[in-house]
Nanobody
Framework: QVQLVESGGGLVQSGGSLRLSCAAS??????????MAWFRQAPGMEREFVAV???????IYSDSVKGRFTISRDNAKNTVYLQMNSLKPEDTAVYYC???????????????WGQGTQVTVSP
C-alpha cells in the first residue's frame, strides 16, 4: 500500500507564494516509476487537475495555473513539490497529492491519494 502525506498549506495573501510537499512511502512502491500529480477541490466543486510530473520529469499544467505554479520531484526523498507563486483567491482549495503508474490529467487514473492540505488565499 502507498501512503501520501501532504504538507505546506496555509493562509496567504493574494500575490503571495506557498510550497506544498508530498512525501510518499510504501513497501511495494517504487517512487521513480510513478507519475505524481496535484489536484485541488474548492467547496462545492469537482476535484480538478493542477499539475503532473512523470517518471522522466515531463510536466503538464492546467491552464489556470500555467506560468504561476511549478511541479517538481525529488526521487532521492520520495517527495513531490508544488511551488505556487502569484496566488489568487480563486486558488483557494484543498490540495491533494496523487500517484499512479500512468501520466494523466484525470483523477480516475490515479490509484493513491493523500489526505489533502488546505490553501486559503485572501484578497
Amino acid at each position: 500500500q502507498v501512503q501520501l502525506v501532504e504538507s505546506g498549506g496555509g493562509l496567504v495573501q493574494s500575490g503571495g507564494s506557498l510550497r506544498l510537499s508530498c512525501a510518499a512511502s510504501g513497501l511495494t512502491f517504487t517512487f521513480p516509476n510513478y507519475a505524481m500529480a496535484w489536484f485541488r477541490q474548492a467547496p462545492g466543486m469537482e476535484r480538478e487537475f493542477v499539475a503532473v510530473v512523470d517518471r522522466v520529469y515531463s510536466t503538464i499544467y492546467s491552464d489556470s495555473v500555467k506560468g504561476r505554479f511549478t511541479i517538481s520531484r525529488d526521487n532521492a526523498k520520495n517527495t513531490v513539490y508544488l511551488q505556487m507563486n502569484s496566488l489568487k483567491p480563486e486558488d483557494t482549495a484543498v490540495y491533494y497529492c496523487a500517484t499512479g503508474p500512468h501520466t494523466s490529467t484525470t483523477k480516475e487514473q490515479f490509484s493513491f491519494w493523500g489526505q489533502g492540505t488546505q490553501v486559503t488565499v485572501s484578497p
